[in-house]
């Protein structure tokens, strides 16, 4: 067995059980932990591959993004996660079904190779080994799909204003400031402009 072998079953087995963490954690700041957890190491495979411009996509985007943004959200909202729990097992027997079709389907294409043509393959990468993997994505990806990635980032721009919204609260006894009143009110009204004399005081 090589290095590269154990460093990629050592990835592997570490996403994996995080990612059983996470859905088997009672504590959902936990889960998120070992959310990005599993995230860092999908990059490493990732980096395996050859693909590092996608490990740091993964690791600025869901790690940095996605998963911390969960992170604030689970424990900033005041979430009653007792009261979510209840009911679980109605849903159980639905979510074993869809899970045994995954893995049902993740056998067909482990086991069966028919939807693969190899020899297309090694023709594409030998006559793209002269170019790099970040450059050829960046080449597709603001050529083809560039309309599609100014709504992703749009998109991205209204989960950032989501998360802002849902970290605002009215508590009652705290003192803020009302920018709409700030924005609406008259200058002449709010300042008062009066001369003194010299060496003179003012009678408020």
Do not use: C, W
Request: no cysteine; charged share 15%.
């Amino acid at each position: 067995m090589t290095i590269y072998s154990i460093i990629f079953y050592f990835f592997s087995t570490v996403a994996v059980l995080s990612a059983l963490m996470v859905i088997s954690s009672k504590n959902p700041v936990h889960s998120v932990m070992f959310l990005i957890l599993s995230f860092v190491n999908a990059s490493g495979l990732f980096i395996l591959l050859g693909a590092e411009f996608l490990a740091m996509l993964l690791i600025v985007v869901y790690v940095g993004a996605v998963a911390v943004l969960f992170l604030f959200v689970v424990m900033m909202l005041d979430i009653n996660f007792v009261k979510l729990r209840h009911g679980f097992l109605q849903y159980l027997p639905i979510g074993l079904i869809l899970g045994l079709v995954l893995l049902f389907e993740l056998i067909i294409i482990f086991f069966t190779n028919k939807f693969i043509n190899e020899s297309n393959i090694n023709k594409i990468i030998s006559t793209e080994s002269e170019f790099e993997n970040t450059k050829n994505i960046g080449l597709v990806l603001y050529t083809d799909y560039f309309y599609v990635f100014q709504i992703s980032g749009l998109i991205l721009l209204v989960a950032m204003i989501g998360s802002i919204v849902l970290t605002l609260r009215d508590r009652k006894g705290v003192k803020k400031q009302s920018i709409y009143i700030q924005v609406t009110s008259d200058s002449s009204k709010a300042i008062e402009k009066k001369k003194i004399k010299l060496k003179e005081g003012l009678d408020v």
